[in-house]
């Protein structure tokens, strides 16, 4: 999340320098090209889907810890505020415990 939240501060940073510069006069296509807004975009886009990864697998990861200690799959649905149709993929996804 650190990672995630350093790469938020960086993008936003890039923005704000280029909502400035518009509002001094640059042209919009020399002020994307001055916070290489290609790059930004790419490199927040990979920070976010790397974010999500890892909040899954620690979803998987409590959900066969939930299971292992005997806690039902709605429980653990109910506990994550997820549907019971969520709740059964997840528990799906991790496969037998125990």
Sequence with gaps: MKHTRDQLRATEGAYRRAIRAIE???????????????????DLNRVLS????????????MFAGGIDEGLSISDLGRSMG?????AARYTHEIGPVG
Excluded: C, K, W, Y
């Design 50 to 61: 790397e974010l999500e990864h890892s909040r899954h697998r620690s979803r998987l990861s």
């Design 24 to 42: 001094n006069g640059l042209p919009i296509g020399d002020t994307l090209e001055m916070i290489a807004a290609a790059s930004t975009r790419v």
């Design 82 to 86: 997820f549907s019971r149709q969520l």
